[in-house]
């Protein structure tokens, strides 16, 4: 059975800076992400190396009335080092079902139904990289949505600091609609053939020449069709 390693209120300010930092990170709701808590660890880490006499002697203080919150701290300390896997996970537990909780206005009215709870636990989730596996028509353009809504009404970034990535220009204008529809903002979403030529652009001075049936959806299929065939005819393709 799993258990909580970690609970703020029994911390005591500035006697930890390892914890302090910690219980921040909760009371503010930031999500802890993989690369940020395995730097925190290493600070943790740090301050509790005092070696095996420095941590008898905290311990017999502590228990002759001396010291008592440096103890338990240091304790706090050797118990996360030794569960870190778990205690991330129960912290960001935690931090999920606050910020679900905080902006369920949010959840509720960001499409004309209410998102699901998982769709929820994806939205909150602010891991390093979050995959969200599912099928057709079952949310993931919503899910994307209120994303974006919450990194704007949470004030974790600006509009110009969120890139969206479509895979096809239907899809993204389809996004950037229903996010200045919902969200009263404009968005540039991107498909990855628009972002690649911008970056492009943005270094070269210019976009590169494309094939003139690069953007054709008629042409396009055309010219794949005869350069198949053509390879078709050809019997080094066939062996």
């Not at 029994?10 to 930031?30: K, M, Y």
Request: hydrophobic fraction near 40%; aromatic fraction near 6%.
């Amino acid at each position: 059975m799993s258990r909580s390693f970690f609970s703020p209120i029994s911390i005591v300010s500035g006697v930890s800076p390892a914890l302090d930092e910690l219980a921040g990170q909760e009371q503010n709701n930031r999500f802890l992400r993989s690369r940020w808590f395995d730097k925190w660890c290493a600070r943790a880490k740090a301050e509790t190396s005092i070696g095996l006499f420095a941590a008898v002697t905290l311990a017999i203080k502590s228990l002759l009335g001396f010291e008592k919150d440096r103890w338990v701290s240091y304790r706090t300390l050797r118990g996360i080092l030794a569960n870190r896997a778990d205690c991330r996970d129960q912290i960001n537990e935690r931090i999920v079902r606050q910020i679900v909780a905080d902006h369920a206005s949010l959840f509720e009215t960001v499409e004309s139904n209410p998102l699901t709870p998982r769709q929820r636990e994806a939205v909150a989730s602010d891991e390093d990289a979050t995959l969200v596996i599912a099928g057709a028509g079952t949310g993931k353009t919503s899910t994307i949505l209120a994303k974006i809504g919450l990194l704007l009404k949470a004030g974790q970034c600006a509009p110009n600091e969120i890139l969206a990535i479509s895979f096809t220009r239907k899809s993204a204008d389809e996004l950037a609609e229903r996010v200045s529809k919902k969200l009263g903002i404009q968005l540039n979403i991107h498909t990855f053939h628009k972002l690649g030529l911008d970056i492009i652009a943005s270094t070269e001075g210019g976009k590169p020449r494309l094939a003139p049936f690069a953007d054709d959806p008629v042409a396009k299929p055309q010219h794949m069709k005869r350069l198949i065939d053509k390879l078709c005819t050809e019997q080094s393709f066939k062996h």
